[in-house]
T-cell receptor, first 112, second 109 residues
Framework: NAGVTQTPKFRILKIGQSMTLQCTQD?????MYWYRQDPGMGLKLIYY???????DKGEVPNGYNVSRSTTEDFPLRLELAAPSQTSVYFC???????????FGSGTRLTVV | GIQVEQSPPDLILQEGANSTLRCNFS?????LQWFHQNPWGQLINLFY???GTKQNGRLSATTVATERYSLLYISSSQTTDSGVYFC???????????FGEGTQLTVNP
């Protein structure tokens, strides 16, 4: 039982490049979330999903896209990377009806 | 949306000291959690505590939902307690967790 696995752990992108941050969980959790954490700040919700095929915007969705084709996977896509997207990205999951969130170890992204 | 305020923003302690961290929130919640982010960035769930009091070793937490605040107590602090402590809440009418800005705790030997 690996929990929530995020890849890659680190990445440097050039302005205008695109990439996908991967998130996989093996706990059969139906709820999944993407957060970003800027230096010295709390976490802000980008997108979330309540189950396969269902996604919804959070507080800061601009510049990102997500998909949820399976229960296990919730990739986050950055199109046309900008310096403002330099941040640490966390994926999390939980089971409907349970309140504990499980977080991945994060992806540190730098856009230069 | 709901507002979450944590205080103090920074706290420096000597090993062995006790501390209290506070979380105020602006609306009714049905989910409140405390997290510890260690110096390596890992987020660890400490408590799920939408109301009442819980204890886990040297840590305890109390939430007074009617007055919209929660307290995290750390007793006999250790250097490994250093890091950022986050409070996160979910509005009764909502479906997502909103985080506060955190309290940066440094415990010196």
């Amino acid at each position: 039982n690996a929990g929530v696995t995020q890849t890659p752990k680190f990445r440097i992108l050039k302005i205008g490049q695109s990439m996908t941050l991967q998130c996989t969980q093996d706990m059969n959790h139906n709820y999944m979330y993407w957060y970003r954490q800027d230096p010295g700040m709390g976490l802000k919700l980008i997108y979330y999903s309540v189950g396969a095929g269902i996604t919804d915007k959070g507080e800061v969705p601009n510049g990102y896209n997500v998909s949820r084709s399976t229960t296990e996977d919730f990739p986050l896509r950055l199109e046309l990377a900008a310096p403002s997207q330099t941040s640490v990205y966390f994926c999390a999951s939980r089971l409907q009806g349970a309140e504990g969130y499980t977080f991945g170890s994060g992806t540190r992204l730098t856009v230069v | 949306g709901i507002q979450v305020e944590q205080s103090p923003p920074d706290l420096i302690l000597q090993e062995g000291a006790n501390s209290t961290l506070r979380c105020n929130f602006s609306d009714s919640v049905n989910n409140l959690q405390w997290f510890h982010q260690n110096p390596w960035g890992q987020l660890i769930n400490l408590f799920y505590i939408p109301s009442g009091t819980k204890q886990n070793g040297r840590l305890s937490a109390t939430t007074v939902a009617t007055e919209r605040y929660s307290l995290l107590y750390i007793s006999s602090s250790q250097t490994t307690d250093s890091g950022v402590y986050f409070c996160a809440v979910k509005e009764t009418s909502g479906s997502r967790l909103t985080f506060g800005e955190g309290t940066q705790l440094t415990v010196n030997p």
